[in-house]
């Protein structure tokens, strides 16, 4: 095993694009007022976080640690295919959601996000398996 992928950096490294695109997907179905997340977070006191005061910077901060996570992963596999997926769905998710709404745009952005991170993990698999031992 490499000593990259040992240790807290090594985590980091390998799953910072899942963390902010998760998050992404949090902060967007909020804002697109998903019913079932909506009526989880305010049964379970939550429901404060339904205000865009709170989800624009949230999804910012989100998408820039997916995008991160992106970069990381071009530099470990050197393919910049997910990290271009992955800009490009950004700048949709949130010119969609917040400065044209249109809900089935904003839902391709969640899904190129989510596209971009499962390359950048088959990415990172096929450059680890081609490795030689």
């Given at each position: 095993m490499k000593k990259e992928n040992v240790g807290p950096n090594g985590f980091w490294k390998r799953h910072l694009d899942k963390i902010g695109v998760g998050g992404s997907l949090f902060a967007a179905l909020c804002c697109l007022g998903f019913p079932?997340?909506?009526s989880i977070l305010s049964a379970i006191g939550l429901g404060f976080l339904i205000n865009d005061d709170i989800l624009r910077p949230?999804?910012?901060?989100?998408?820039?640690?997916?995008i991160l996570g992106l970069v990381l992963g071009m530099h470990h596999h050197g393919n910049p295919c997910a990290l271009i997926v992955g800009i490009l769905s950004a700048v949709t998710l949130y010119a969609f959601i917040y400065v044209s709404f249109n809900e089935v745009m904003a839902g391709l952005g969640i899904a190129g996000l989510v596209?971009?991170?499962?390359?950048?993990?088959?990415?990172?698999?096929?450059q680890l398996k081609s490795q030689p031992k």
């Open positions: 079932a997340l909506v949230l999804m910012i901060v989100f998408l820039l640690v997916a596209i971009a991170s499962l390359l950048n993990v088959f990415l990172r698999q096929r």
